[in-house]
Nanobody
Framework: QVQLMESGGGLVQAGGSLRLSCTAS????????LDWHRQAPGKQREWVAT???????DYADSVRGRFTISRDNDKTTGYLQMNNLKPEDTGAYYC?????????WGQGTQVTVSS
């Protein structure tokens, strides 16, 4: 059974930073694609960032230059460093692991940015 455990969410003022972590209970973490998605209150879930198995990264326009996605394959953990946070970054953040056509979602961690 695949488990993804997110942590690092919280309440922060605008301009502040948070680092989210996502630890996976799988041996094949190094060859999986890791994504972060988020869902703001009353809005649809949206993609935030991806890190591929080769460590190349992609970002949504809304977070590029402020967020950094990374991974530590030895720890089977992915990260999302979020800087210069804005109130519109508020929402539940989910990590997603994708490999071989299978997709696994974490339970989410809440990020709240106050103005």
């Amino acid at each position: 059974q695949v488990q993804l455990m997110e942590s690092g969410g919280g309440l922060v003022q605008a301009g502040g930073s948070l680092r989210l972590s996502c630890t996976a209970s799988v041996s094949w973490f190094s060859i999986a694609e890791l994504d972060w998605h988020r869902q703001a209150p009353g809005k649809q879930r949206e993609w935030v960032a991806t890190i591929h198995k080769g460590a190349t990264t992609d970002y949504a326009d809304s977070v590029r230059g402020r967020f950094t996605i990374s991974r530590d394959n030895d720890k089977t953990t992915g990260y999302l460093q979020m800087n210069n946070l804005k109130p519109e970054d508020t929402g539940a953040y989910y990590c997603v692991l994708a490999q071989g056509g299978d997709i696994y979602w974490g339970q989410g961690t809440q990020v709240t940015v106050s103005s």
